[in-house]
C-alpha cells in the first residue's frame, strides 16, 4: 500500500467534490458562476487547483452566515477582497 506525501496540485472534480463535500454538480455551477477557477483538458474533464478548497470553505461560511445565494457570494467575495486590498494598502503608509 502507497500514500501520497503531499496533496496533488490540482485535483479532479470528483476528487475536489469529496474534499469539499460537494456534489460535482454544485462545483460546476460555482465554476460557471466564476466563485472557483478551473481548467478543462482536453477530454473536457476540470480540473481544479488545490487551493481552490479554501476559497470552497470562505464561499461555504459566507453563505451560511448571510443566507446569500451563489450569485450574490460573488459580489461579497469581490468587496471583501478590495477591502482587505485597500486596507494592507493603509498600513503600508
Same mark, same amino acid.
Given at each position: 500500500?502507497?500514500?501520497?506525501?503531499?496533496?496533488?496540485?490540482?485535483?479532479? *472534480?470528483?476528487?475536489? =467534490? $469529496?474534499?469539499?463535500? !460537494?456534489?460535482?454538480?454544485?462545483?460546476?455551477?460555482?465554476? %460557471? #458562476?466564476? @466563485?472557483?477557477?478551473?481548467?478543462?483538458?482536453?477530454?473536457?474533464?476540470?480540473?481544479?487547483?488545490?487551493?481552490? *478548497?479554501?476559497?470552497? =470553505? $470562505?464561499?461555504?461560511? !459566507?453563505?451560511?452566515?448571510?443566507?446569500?445565494?451563489?450569485? %450574490? #457570494?460573488? @459580489?461579497?467575495?469581490?468587496?471583501?477582497?478590495?477591502?482587505?486590498?485597500?486596507?494592507?494598502?493603509?498600513?503600508?503608509?
Amino acid at each position: 500500500m502507497t500514500f501520497a506525501l503531499v496533496r496533488p496540485a490540482r485535483l479532479t *472534480l470528483d476528487a475536489f =467534490a $469529496r474534499e469539499t463535500c !460537494l456534489h460535482p454538480e454544485l462545483v460546476r455551477r460555482l465554476v %460557471a #458562476l466564476d @466563485l472557483l477557477q478551473a481548467s478543462a483538458d482536453t477530454a473536457g474533464n476540470l480540473w481544479l487547483p488545490a487551493d481552490q *478548497l479554501a476559497k470552497v =470553505a $470562505r464561499i461555504q461560511r !459566507l453563505r451560511a452566515g448571510f443566507a446569500l445565494n451563489y450569485a %450574490a #457570494l460573488g @459580489l461579497v467575495i469581490d468587496l471583501l477582497d478590495r477591502i482587505a486590498e485597500l486596507e494592507e494598502h493603509n498600513r503600508g503608509r
